[in-house]
């Protein structure tokens, strides 16, 4: 079992930044590739970003390529997500969640454990 806690959520002006962080506590977390999704308002779950076990290999949705940064810090139990030039498009709960498997694009039905998200509100 993997617990993961997403913070850093809040709200910030379009141009802005935000450090998403999400720690994990549990079985191990090197084991897993992690990633970013988001649901705003009346729309799907949709892909952000995802990290391969060791950091090595990354992949972000086209919409936050260039802006958006994910990392991790196994020796932490954490992933990051840092978010520049934030836009109000941004607004969205952000949840971390973990994969036993790495895949491009990943997909939320791949992926093994959900946090409870995190808020991000993007003013114009």
């Known amino acids: 079992q993997v617990q993961l806690v997403e913070s850093g959520g809040g709200l910030v002006q379009a141009g802005g930044s935000l450090r998403l962080s999400c720690a994990a506590s549990g079985r191990t977390f090197s084991s897993y590739a992690m990633a970013w999704f988001r649901q705003a308002p009346g729309k799907e779950r949709e892909f952000v970003s995802v990290?391969?076990?060791?950091?090595?290999?990354?992949d972000y949705a086209d919409s936050v390529k260039g802006r958006f940064t994910i990392s991790r810090d196994n020796a932490e139990n954490t992933v990051y997500l840092q978010m520049n030039s934030l836009k109000p498009e941004d607004t969205a709960v952000y949840y971390c969640?973990?994969?036993?498997?790495?895949?491009?694009?990943?997909?939320?039905?791949?992926?093994?454990?959900w946090g409870k998200g995190t808020l991000v509100t993007v003013s114009s």
């Open positions: 990290i391969s076990w060791g950091g090595g290999r990354r």
């Open positions: 969640a973990a994969s036993s498997v790495f895949q491009l694009r990943i997909t939320p039905g791949s992926m093994n454990y």
